[in-house]
């Protein structure tokens, strides 16, 4: 069965429009098997949040001024946390270093 991004839902709702961890409006917010990225508009840090993780490994999150930044990131930080999932155990540390270091 082929893995795939899904819509987040808490307590039934889908969260795109609440209000998300960096205080800002939820406007992307995805997640895939232990992982989750999100996108906020209007939030304390910045125009832009993205927050992303894998669940026991590590949560980021990288600010941006401008929407087209934004998304652009927002597509290849979904596509390197995927490759993480993917990841052996023992080279994950490393690699999630590299991710962090590069946003």
Not at 32 to 42: K, L, S, V
Not at 72 to 82: D, S
């Amino acid at each position: 069965m082929e893995k795939k991004w899904t819509i987040c839902v808490e307590d039934g709702e889908v969260t795109v429009g609440k209000l998300g961890s960096e205080k800002g409006t939820i406007q992307w917010d995805e997640q895939y098997e232990d992982a989750r990225i999100t996108m906020e508009e209007n939030c304390t840090h910045g125009c832009y949040a993205i927050t992303c993780g894998i669940s026991g490994w590590f949560v980021h999150t990288a600010y941006f001024s401008k929407y087209p930044d934004a998304i652009m990131a927002y597509k290849r930080m979904k596509e390197e946390i995927e490759h993480l999932c993917n990841v052996d155990d023992t080279n994950k540390t490393e690699e999630i270093g590299i991710f962090i270091n590069r946003w």
